[in-house]
């Protein structure tokens, strides 16, 4: 069902009696619907329909929908499937905000325009992720570089910060018991984080430790598992004082850490969920953060991480800007980042299949958090590449270069998907691309 048919009778009616009631130059006919079709054009349609409803302009914001709505069915090609995906989200959006009072009842009548994400068995969420290279490219580079950076540790002490539950571990302990020089102990910290943000596991902290530790007992290597409730909004602040804590403990007597523990800080899609300086001044947020009244809770982040003098910190985030307070800003650099996920569900998944509703119902929860959101509970705020090396500059790293062997393995696994997707190397970093457009990128770092 698609949402001109859970509307008023008003968005039902012909295109030129709409015109009638409010003129907007340039709003189709039921005869010239094909020429809006274009991708730049729907764009432009969303954005003027965010404006409306921002100014609470309900008739032209119905028209605008009524268009859409037209224009990009759920089950039509990639722009229009992401289209569709934005005008959910604007409706959304004035169900959240209370504008455009007659949307709202609309939505609130309207249970089809909701979506549900699915919870995945372990086993599910692992073939979820092989079919794609956008978690799987930071996998691969960030094993690498870790692997590199804990030669010679005895035991090997991972913070894991990632969306993805824990898939990256496997391979890596894998690699570390197939090293003669290997560590033959892992301590594995995770971040109990609290929320329904996908992909989400159907499993509980405690059975995916006892699964982790069998794992690695099964390549006779010892592990320790932890999870600690902790959470992006305070910048991690409870994990960052119990690895401090941990770190204290195995302290030696001159106060440097025992050198035969690695400490890696493994970030992969999760950091850019921390606020940032768009909230403005948090001292309200938190009485840890007094002392900071116009600092982001990124840069205390980082810095929180540079003092407990860790081996090497991994950072894998998608490359694009969603920080902006201005709607329009924020839709137009959604709308020209999120057509890649669209674009490449083509290539692999059959139009109604069940894990291709799973996949774009992971990209729609996206583009409402973006869209109809705002202050902590709008979490997905990307930044870019270049915006995060500054950060990392700025808190005292210095970049870690990938080596041949680990661009090869990347390579290696990019050969396995389809042919759109690329490598590029920028300085000490790696980029994942699709059609030569960047998608994700991979930083490993060291204490300056």
């Known amino acids: 069902m698609q949402f001109a048919d859970t509307l008023s009778p008003s968005l039902a009616m012909t295109n030129s009696s709409l015109c009638r009631t409010r003129p907007w130059p340039g709003l189709p006919t039921s005869e010239n619907l ?139 302990i894998d690699a570390l018991a197939n090293r003669p020089e290997g560590p033959s102990f892992i301590k594995l910290t995770v971040a109990g984080i609290a929320g329904n943000a996908p992909p989400m596991l159907d499993l509980s902290y405690d059975e995916l430790g006892f699964r982790l530790v069998n794992f690695a007992r099964s390549r006779n290597m010892g592990m320790e598992f932890r999870v600690i409730p902790s959470s992006p909004s305070d910048g991690f602040s409870s994990l960052i004082e119990h690895v401090r804590s941990q770190r204290l403990f195995y302290s030696d007597s001159s106060g440097g850490v025992e050198s035969r523990e690695a400490l890696v800080i493994n970030c992969q899609m999760l950091l850019h969920n921390i606020p940032e300086e768009t909230l403005g001044a948090i001292s309200n947020l938190s009485n840890l953060t007094s002392n900071y009244s ?15 003098d860790p081996t090497v910190v991994v950072l894998v985030d998608e490359d694009a800007d969603f920080t902006s307070n201005n709607l329009e800003t924020r839709l137009r650099s959604a709308f020209n980042f999120l057509w890649i996920p669209y674009d490449t ?104």
């Open 345 to 448: 569900v083509d290539t692999f998944l059959p139009q109604g299949s069940k894990q291709r509703q799973w996949y774009e119902a992971n990209i729609c929860w996206k583009i409402e958090n973006v869209i109809a959101y705002e202050g902590l509970q709008r979490v997905e705020r990307l930044e870019p590449k270049n915006k995060w090396v500054q950060r990392m500059h700025n808190a005292r790293f210095r970049g870690f270069s990938f080596s041949d062997e680990a661009v090869c393995e990347v390579k290696t696994m990019l050969d396995e998907h389809a042919a759109g997707w690329g490598l590029k190397k920028e300085d000490d970093h790696l980029v994942l691309t699709w059609k030569g457009h960047c998608v994700v990128f991979a930083t490993a770092w060291l204490p300056a």
């Open 34 to 172: 094909g020429s809006f079709r274009d991708t730049n054009c729907m764009e432009q349609l969303l954005v003027h329909c965010a404006n409306a409803i921002e100014s609470n302009d309900s008739t032209l914001a119905q028209q605008i929908l009524w268009v859409l709505n037209n224009i990009a069915p759920p089950d039509g090609d990639s722009n229009q499937r992401l289209t569709c995906g934005f005008l959910r989200a604007l409706i959304a959006r004035a169900v959240m905000t209370g504008s455009c009072k007659m949307l709202t009842a609309v939505a609130n009548a309207s249970p089809n325009l909701a979506f549900e994400t699915h919870r995945f068995s372990v086993i599910q969420l692992a073939s979820f992720i092989d079919l794609t290279p956008w978690h799987r490219f930071g996998f691969s580079a960030s094993n690498a570089a870790i692997i590199d950076a804990v030669e010679g540790f005895s035991v090997v002490h991972i913070v894991d910060l990632s969306v993805t539950h824990c898939m990256q571990l496997p391979t890596l």
């Open 294 to 308: 116009y600092t982001s809770f990124r840069t205390m982040f980082l810095k929180s991480l540079r003092s407990l």
